[in-house]
């Protein structure tokens, strides 16, 4: 049951020559809709959840765990209306606890609504470290058995009901304590109709070599001989890992290595405290370095875009360093690093960016060479490139970045610098004064007033305006002045706007970096977003040159 040790990738192209692995079928069990709704600050609606159900069928998920029936109305109701999907591929579970102490299983309201979910399977989770059996649920180890195999047979034996999962809560701290009752509750699983035993490290503090040990005497040794009866269709076992030591990722490959069927994580690992295994990283990991068979063909392609959608959906900022779907996984910043992806891209990228849907990004920093320049400015500035235009603009960046400006995340601000290199930057308008005027007073709304006065060709405007602060303001008094000449403006939308302390030993004199994000429509119908930055020990400085700097690069873009 063992799989076979994969052989090494092509030395020329490790990128392009994933291991083999034995060919081995691994189910992607998620519960991002149920554990993952656990983390701090993620919630999902009901129109949520049915959205990335959607989205995970698509992917090829085998099964998406969508709560629990019976804690709260929301997933009482999406067990309802998951059933008018046209799902492909995936089977909808519901997950539960064992019965209640002392009560038959069919009178229990828990595992009545378990079976009245109307999902295909069901997911049973009990008691298996003698710890939680004596001080947590406090019921005798018999009766913790008893409530295992009577939950699982119950729901095994209901209409409709295909497979049991039984989840072997906080597995690993109870095989380690006291490992014949751990195997007890196993085997009263299997007794009751398990069709799989997910071995669960709910802490998240087991380390590898422990997992390799455990799952490999579960899955190899004891259910292959009498200690656990093989039920019909034999309850293969899956892995269920939290991150709390950082190693779920490694734990869960380690697992599928040593026999394991079925991984279980979330979507970005999201999750309680610090979360479950991402399976999107076990996913790359599995299909392209060791060559398991997991999801559809071809979805490995989807994985950046459903990383993206459910950030989004969940609220929950993106990690740009996440392994193979992060914005930064295939981001190069170091001078020699540029050039040689540039020359050979798998000499620094240990897969092909577009086999999970992701992208290479080339920065421009004060770590930069002139390949960064090239890679980043020579589709759009062409041969106007030159080596002496190249190096006068690293220079510059270099001077900037150590004044506390950065370009990695304001490339609309690198592409002015060029023109303004190239002598080719177009001027719009001529600045003569603005000043704003902020009136805070007990007890009353703060008023922010800001004027704007510049010159656009022969025409001198001078106008004022109000608003929500002095950046707003100051917003609204410079498209006041523009408005006439450039109507185009009332397109540009700002949707973020940063700042930050660039040297916080000057404490509140310190300069700060304000980062703007702007938005308008291009004449193809799509969206364009780029981001400008400003610096200057005053707030309000360092934000008029992000916004006046967002307003040229618009007017250029769209003027030509």
Known sequence: MTPASPSPASPSDPSSAPA??????????????????????????LTDKLNITRLLDELGVDFIE??????????????QEVQNLDLKHAKITAFGMTRRKDIKAADDQG??????????????VGKTWDLHVDEVLRVSRDENLAMIRDSVAFCAQAPGVEQVFYDAEHFFDGYRANPDYALQTLKAAVEGGATRLVLCDTNGGSMTDWIVKAVSQIANDLLLNDTLPVAPGNPGVAIHCHNDAGLAVANSLAAVDQGAVQVQGTINGIGERCGNVDLLTVIGNLSLKLGYDCL????????AAVAAAVYETAQVDAQPGQPYVGANAFAHKGGMHVHAVQRIPHSYEHVEPTTVGNQRRILVSELSGRSNIVATLGDKFGDRVTPEITNAL????????????QFESAPASLELLMYDALGAKPSFWVRDHYRCAILGVPGNATQTEAV??????????????EGDGPVNALDAALRKCLRPHYPGLDALHLV???VRVVNPTAESAAKVRATATFEYRQANGTAKQFATVGVDENIVDASWQAISDAIQYHLIETQA
């Open 452 to 465: 704007v006065k510049l010159r656009v060709g022969d025409v001198q405007e001078h106008r004022v305006a």
């Open 496 to 498: 973020d706007y940063a």
């Open 111 to 124: 595992m009545q609504a378990l079976v009245g979910s109307g999902a295909p399977v069901i997911a049973v």
């Open 20 to 45: 083999p692995g034995d060919g081995r079928r691994v189910e992607i069990y998620d519960t991002t809709l149920r554990d993952g709704t656990q983390g701090v600050g993620v919630s999902l609606t």
């Open 66 to 79: 969508g709560g629990y029936p019976l804690s709260n109305p929301k997933d009482v109701a999406y067990f």
């Open 394 to 405: 690293l220079q510059r960046v270099q001077d900037l970045e150590h004044r506390g400006y």
């Open 296 to 303: 559809v063909p071809g979805s490995v392609k989807q994985l």
